[in-house]
C-alpha cells in the first residue's frame, strides 16, 4: 500500500520561509509528475506548483518568482520550497503525486493527508 506522508509545515513570520516535504512510503517503482494544492478557509482548493516528469514546470500567478517544486527520486520525497511568505499564503497545503507501482504500470496518483502552514503578519 502507497501513502504519502507531508511535513515541514508549521507557523512562520511573514517574510520567513518553509520547505514541504512530500515523501512515498511504500514500495513504488517511480515518481513521475507532482502537483501541489492549497485550500485557505471558506476558499477552494487551488493549484500551486506543479512539475512534470521532464521536469517543466508551472507556478500559480501568486506565488511565482518565491516557491519552487523539486523531487528526490532516491528518496522518493517530493518538496515545495516557499521563500517571502505572506499572510495570504495561510492554508492547508496537499501534495498530489502519480507514480508507477510497478515497471510498466499505468499511473496512479496519490494524495498527501495536508499540512497547515500559518503565515503571520
Known amino acids: 500500500q502507497v501513502q504519502l506522508v507531508e511535513s515541514g509545515g508549521g507557523l512562520v513570520q511573514a517574510g520567513g520561509s518553509l520547505r514541504l516535504s512530500c515523501e512515498v512510503a511504500g514500495d513504488i517503482f517511480s515518481m513521475n509528475s507532482i502537483v501541489w494544492y492549497r485550500q485557505a478557509p471558506g476558499q477552494q482548493r487551488e493549484m500551486v506548483a506543479a512539475?512534470?516528469?521532464?521536469?517543466?514546470?508551472n507556478y500559480a500567478d501568486p506565488v511565482k518568482g518565491r516557491f519552487s517544486v523539486s523531487r528526490d527520486n532516491a528518496k522518493n520525497t517530493a518538496y515545495l520550497q516557499m521563500h517571502s511568505l505572506k499572510p495570504e499564503d495561510t492554508a492547508v497545503y496537499y501534495c498530489n503525486l502519480f507514480v508507477r507501482r510497478r515497471a510498466g504500470s499505468r499511473l496512479t496518483d496519490y494524495w498527501g493527508q495536508g499540512i497547515q502552514v500559518t503565515v503571520s503578519s
Open positions: 512539475r512534470s516528469s521532464g521536469g517543466a514546470t
